[in-house]
């Protein structure tokens, strides 16, 4: 991954998202896909291959739309002693952890859709 699809990352999930979108894409599917594409619009700076770019459409959609992370983030509190199983966090910081979790996914399959998918179009 390089700074500039850090950059896109951080202005299409941040900056031009919406409280709508936000809020309702969890829900509904069409707040999903109008957040999914404007999400995109930064990474047609980097790659203007229909495939890389479906490449980060596609699992956002799904990252997003059906809140991926929290599993991943239940599979990772799994690691670790029984005795830790049941313990509780600070809500901030379970919320940061959801965040931080959710933003690695993304990142991850930005890098590799870029990275296996983009033709040179």
């Known amino acids: 991954m390089n700074l500039e699809q850090l950059i896109a990352h951080l202005f299409g ?6 409280k709508w979108m936000a809020h309702e ?3 509904r599917s069409f707040p999903a896909l109008v957040h999914v594409i404007f999400y995109t ?4 700076f980097i790659t203007q291959s229909p495939l890389a770019l479906a490449g980060i459409m596609i699992p956002h959609f ?3 739309r059906f809140g991926l992370a929290q599993y991943v983030v239940k599979l990772r509190d799994l690691i670790g002693p029984k005795s830790y199983k049941g313990k509780e966090v600070p ?3 379970s919320f940061w952890l959801l965040v931080i979790a959710d933003n690695s996914i993304h990142l991850l399959t930005n890098m590799l859709a870029i990275k296996y998918l983009d033709c040179g179009c």
């Open 41 to 44: 619009i930064p990474f047609l």
């Open 91 to 93: 809500v901030w910081i």
């Open 62 to 64: 799904f990252i997003d």
């Open 25 to 27: 894409k969890v829900k």
């Open 13 to 18: 999930d941040y900056v031009l998202q919406s």
